[in-house]
C-alpha cells in the first residue's frame, strides 16, 4: 500500500457513493432526512414537484445543522410537512429515523440530502431494515468533512479535514484512502508511515 | 465446541510441512516446478482472463478442483492464529448462512472425491459425517442445522480449507460481498468490504475500471451456471513468505518491506500468486469466490530459466501505477537489478509451464 492522495476534484472512483440531485416521486410517505446545506437540496426538490402538497402531507423531515455550523432549521420548518424534527447532531437524529422505518412499508421513498457523513449513516439504517437500495436517493450538499474508519483499530473520526491526519482512537497517522464503505459509511484510513515509522508528510486541507 | 487440530509431522509420509508463514518463516516449496508462475508471455497488463476451472495436468495445481498441498496444515494452523487475533476477518451477513451450507457441500464432495485418503464424506439424508484426517477432525452433523457443527457453516468449511474465500449474493443485477474469510490477502479488509457490491470493492485498483475490466467481468460472472466453474489469475509481491498481508496488520508487516538488501533479496522477496475460481452455489445461488494464495522465492523462481527472463521483463515493464498498487514500487528498482542477472536475453516460448 503506497500513498497516493487524489485530488478532491479527481474524477469519482467507484466505491463513492454516487449522489445525484433529489427528484420528487409519487408515494403514502416520504422520509426526508437531512443536514447542513442538505436542506437547501430538500427545498430545490420540492419546488420542481408537481404534487408538492400531496409530498409534504405525507413527509416527515428529520434535520441538523452541518459539521462547520450551517443551520436550515427555520426552511425546513416553514415548508409545512406533516412531521418536523430538529435534532442538534446526526447520533441525536439517528435513533427517530430508526423509530419511524419500524412503521414504513415498502413504497416509502427515502430522501437524503447534505453531508457524506448524515447520508452514509441514514443509508445505512435504512437498508437495514431491508428496503431496496433503489428507493433510496441522495444528494450531497455542503460540507465534504469526511468520517473515516481507521482499518487498524477500527474506531471512526468523525469530521476529517486534513490527509494525513490522526486516528482519534489509536493516534496512528492515518491517510485517508479512497474506498468507501456503506456498511461503516465511512472512508478507510490506513497508516501512512508503517513502512518508515515517524516518515509522515504535512498535512494537507482536502476537506472543507 | 471448537476445532482442535490434531497434527504430528511425521503423519502422512511426512508429506505436509511443519512450516510458519510468521517469525521464524520456514515456508519453503519442495518442488518450486508446482508453483503456478502466473505470465505467459514477457509483459503484463490486467485483463479479465477467464477460463474454464477444470481439471488439468497430474502433479500441477490445476489437477483437482482444490489444490490440497504440502502446505495444507501450515496453512490451517496459521489461519486459526490469525482468527483467534482477529475473529472480524470471517463474516457472514445473516441471509447467507443458506450459502455458507453451500460452499461447505462443495468442498466437503470435492475433496473426498479426490483426496479420499485424506478425507471422506459419508450421508445418510441429511445426517452427514465428515472426517478430515490430515487436522484429526471427525465430525458428525445434520446438514442445513447449525446447531450441529463447532462453528456457522461458513467459517467451520474455512478453517479447514486453503485460499481467502467470499460469498457473493446475486442480486439487483449485480453481485454483493456478503460474506468472507481473509487470513492470507493481499491487503484487502473483510470487514470493510463486506456488504459491498462488485463495483465498490474493485474501487481501489487502478487503471481497470478505465479499460472496462470490470464491467466486462461482472457481466461474465452473471452468467456463471451450477457446474461449471471459472479461474483466473491475479498476483502481487510480499516480502518473506507472509500469508497475513492484512491492511489491520500493515504496521506490523510494512517494515518488513523496508528490510530488502541486495544480499538477501532472492531469499525474502516472494512472488505472491492468487489462483482464484468462482463456484456458482446450487441452492443460494451466491458465487463462491476462492483466491488462493501461493508463494515462491526469487530464488526459488529462477530455478527455472524460462521463469527467470520472463520474471525479469514483466517487473521491469510494468506501469508503475500496478507497481504502486502491488506494493513494490519502492523495491522494485532492486529486484529488477537482481532479477536481471539471470535474464541473458534469449526468447521464451509461449504459456506459462517451464520449457522441460
Known sequence: MKVELTPIDAPSIKSRPVYAPLEPRPGKLHVIVADDAGADAVNDMLTKATNRSEILAGAHVMYCP??????????????????????????????????????????????????????????????????????????????????????????????????????????????????????????QGVNIDAEDPGLVPESVVRFK | MSLDFKFAPDDFGGFFRDETFRETFTYTNSNPRRF???FDRDDYMYSVNMEPHVPGRPGTVFEHVFDVDEHYVAEMIDRAKVLAEDPL????????????????????????????????????????????????IEQSFTFLDESTLPYPPFEYIMRQTQGDWTLQDDREGTLWMDAGIATSQADWSVDFDVGMNFMEWHAPVPLAHEKGVFDRALKFLL?????????????????????????????????????????????????????????????????????????CS??????????????????????????????????????????AKHDDGTPTSPGWWPDD
Open chain 1, 66 to 187: 452541518g459539521p462547520t455550523g450551517t443551520d436550515g432549521t427555520a426552511k425546513l420548518e416553514a415548508l409545512g410537512a406533516a412531521q418536523f424534527f430538529r435534532a442538534p447532531t446526526i447520533p441525536a437524529l439517528l435513533p427517530r429515523l430508526v423509530r419511524v422505518l419500524l412503521d414504513a412499508h415498502m413504497g416509502t421513498q427515502f430522501y437524503l440530502a447534505g453531508s457524506e457523513s448524515l447520508i452514509g449513516q441514514a443509508e445505512r439504517e435504512i437498508m437495514n431494515t431491508g428496503f431496496p437500495f433503489a428507493s433510496i436517493q441522495k444528494e450531497q450538499r455542503g460540507s465534504t468533512l469526511r468520517r473515516v474508519q481507521c482499518v487498524h483499530c477500527k474506531g471512526i473520526t468523525e469530521n476529517v479535514a486534513t490527509d494525513p491526519f490522526r486516528c482519534s482512537h489509536c493516534g496512528l497517522s492515518l491517510f485517508v484512502r479512497d474506498h468507501y464503505s456503506r456498511r461503516m459509511a465511512a472512508f
Open chain 2, 36 to 38: 503456478p508462475f502466473p
Open chain 2, 89 to 136: 476477518r470471517c463474516q457472514s451477513l445473516p441471509h447467507m448462512t443458506l450459502a455458507g451450507w453451500d460452499v461447505l457441500e462443495l468442498i466437503m464432495e470435492a475433496k473426498a472425491r479426490d483426496y479420499p485418503q485424506w478425507f471422506s464424506l459419508t450421508k445418510d439424508g441429511n445426517r452427514w459425517h465428515w472426517v478430515n484426517r490430515p487436522l484429526g
Open chain 2, 223 to 295: 452468467k456463471l451456471q451450477h457446474g461449471s466453474p471459472v479461474r483466473r489469475f491475479n498476483w502481487t509481491m510480499t516480502v518473506n513468505p507472509l500469508l497475513d498481508t492484512a491492511p489491520e496488520t500493515y504496521p506490523k508487516w510494512g517494515p518488513m518491506k523496508a528490510s530488502i538488501t541486495p544480499e538477501n533479496l532472492g531469499a525474502k522477496q516472494h512472488l505472491r500468486v492468487e489462483l482464484q475460481s468462482l463456484y456458482r452455489l446450487p441452492r443460494s445461488n451466491a458465487i463462491a469466490f476462492d483466491i488462493r494464495c501461493y508463494l
Open chain 2, 298 to 339: 526469487f530464488d526459488q523462481i529462477v530455478t527455472v530459466p524460462k521463469w527467470a527472463r520472463r520474471l525479469h521483463r514483466v517487473v521491469r515493464d510494468l506501469p508503475d501505477e500496478l507497481a504502486t498498487y502491488k506494493g513494490f514500487i519502492r523495491n522494485r528498482p532492486a529486484m529488477v537489478e537482481w532479477l
